[in-house]
């Protein structure tokens, strides 16, 4: 299986404490709420997972303390009911605090899994979502929901169930409402907005 490419950087503060995410081979993970302004002045808050130990050589983490992460985009499906269907989250490999801009950039590569939904908004814009599957090693893969526009969003519309794709792009929350059982529910969703589609061969694996 062919291992795609998948690394995000983040540069943001965080939006609060760290948490317990989850434990996993008596590992411990924490759940850091990063929060990370777009140029438009909209902020995404991204749910980044890191181990406890990769904490231990940074200061006091608090709500607004600068952070870098360096990682990839990971997927699961929540079977618990409750929450979103599909967890998004940024895997942390590397942790820093040094002060810059806000910062989202994120280099994709891997498959169409489902055929693309090309469609016109009400305000006239034409966007399409996708799903794209990309292989990490050891046989697993991540299924990412990713959304193109204006022209980038015909070229992705025009494409098929199995073809490849590479893009730059960034990670981006979106709230909207859901209801369930009669009761209006508010959710995030994460999605990955396509700034480009770039060559594959020029990705450094």
């Not at 980038?152 to 169930?161: D, E, N, P, Q, S």
Request: neutral net charge; contains cysteine.
């Amino acid at each position: 299986m062919q291992t795609n490419n998948n690394k995000i950087f983040l540069r943001g503060r965080l939006a609060a404490p760290p948490s317990l995410s989850h434990v996993n081979h008596g590992v411990e993970y924490l759940l850091l709420p990063l929060s990370v302004r777009r140029l438009s002045g909209a902020e995404d808050t991204l749910h980044v997972v890191a181990a406890r130990d990769q904490l231990s050589a940074l200061s006091l983490l608090e709500t607004g303390t600068p952070l870098t992460v360096r990682g990839e985009v990971r997927t699961f499906n929540n079977r618990s009911g409750v929450g979103s269907r599909l967890v998004v989250s940024v895997f942390a490999k590397e942790l820093g605090q040094d002060e810059g801009e806000d910062e989202n950039h994120l280099e994709l590569s891997g498959t169409l899994c489902k055929p693309p939904i090309l469609r016109t908004t009400p305000l006239g814009r034409t966007i399409c979502d996708m799903i794209v599957a990309a292989n990490r090693r050891y046989g697993r893969a991540d299924y990412l929901p990713c959304i193109a526009w204006g022209s980038l969003a015909y070229r992705c519309g025009a494409m098929g169930v199995g073809d490849r794709l590479a893009l730059e792009g960034r990670l981006q929350s979106r709230a909207y409402t859901k209801e369930i059982d009669g009761q209006i529910q508010e959710r995030i969703a994460f999605e990955v907005s396509v700034m480009s589609l770039t060559d594959e061969d020029t990705y450094d694996l």
